[in-house]
């Protein structure tokens, strides 16, 4: 693989986005910051709650980033500040992975990522540091995702004390080590996709991440005279937690079930869509409908990412078809696999309305968070008013519309 995440040494590389963060570290802590980790939120434009299942996803990298300025500390302790959260918190590297009940949330991650990190003995250092960001947080943009990245990169750059070069199987290993950030400690378990795309993230590129091998293609999206549109819902995902855990539980217990018929199966991933209906009548109806979403879902994904390969040679009914496949997708997990909510079926369904969006549907976990749009560039004006209006309209609030740029993915600035 070629394309190595390399730290960079020079000024030149960097944004004028870490200008405000580098002040601010110098605000806190008397003295300008060595280098600052950045890693990308994504949105998913397809395969959703297939990650779990051994499946396949094709997410993006968007530019919204959350960033950590760092300086090594000689001794072993981690100083933080979390600028948008308005909150502190410092521990000791030789005393993980304990976490005290007043730890904030965030902190969690850090202690998460540095416990494990010591535990696969790599050379990490303490360290002060700032944190801010843009990711919305819990948006279903993959907030804790891009944390838990930052962080390692963060970790891992402050102990080697040098510029660093991560392989590719290094970046689907630190991917590995995040996700169990998530599961370990903050009780989420979750799939391999979020982590994977702030670290594998290309620009202009959507990652088809087969998540049982790990193994991927850099899809170019070339959408040329189109868009994607992010509409955050606002809506609080509380159910989220909970009802993940359960929706992986029923897809487990479907794997069980079927099993008995379609031996040597180890996921949702191992059935097909024949084989699935010969024996759907053998699950309950609540696990039926879990794994019909699944098995249609990875079908879908696959098509869709040969549709817009496609497209790449200029067949323009690729896009729409690219687009139907989203509407089906959201129309399963609404139906199906139950994780959409009304202020994502109304924010997609006024999406749909309007000519120049070819698919809309809910992205991320579900329970609140966003929708994505492909959206035509010449429907751009009349599909904000058109959602603004419509949401609020229904919902009382405007929905947050962001236009986004598929980035690339985690990245090191030196000062
Ligand atoms: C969350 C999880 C991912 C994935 C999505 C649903 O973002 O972190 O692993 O399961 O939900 O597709």
Redesign the pocket.
Known sequence: MTDELKTQSTDNKNPSRLSSIKGKFEDAFGSPPTFIASAPGRV?LIG??T??NDGYVFPVAIDKYINIAVRERSDRRVVVHALDVNESWDFCLDTLPSIPRQAPAWSRYLIGVASLLQAAEKKIAGIDAVITGDVPIGAGL?SS?ALSVAATLAFLTAGSETEMLISEKDKTELAELCQRVEHEFAGVK?????QTISLLGQENCGLFLDCRSLTYEQVPLNLTDHVIAICNTRVKRELAASEYNKRRAECEKGVEILSQWLPGITSLRDITLPDFKKHEEELPALTQKRCRYVIEENTRVVEAVSVLKARNQQTDESLIAFGNLMNASHNGLRDDYQVSCMELDLLTDIARDITGVVGSRMT??GFGGCTVSIVHKDALAAFESHVTTGYHEKIGVEPEIYLCHVSGGAHVFWR
């Open positions: 998913n959703e709650h990650d779990y993959s995702a979750c799939g391999i996709m979020d991320g976990a």
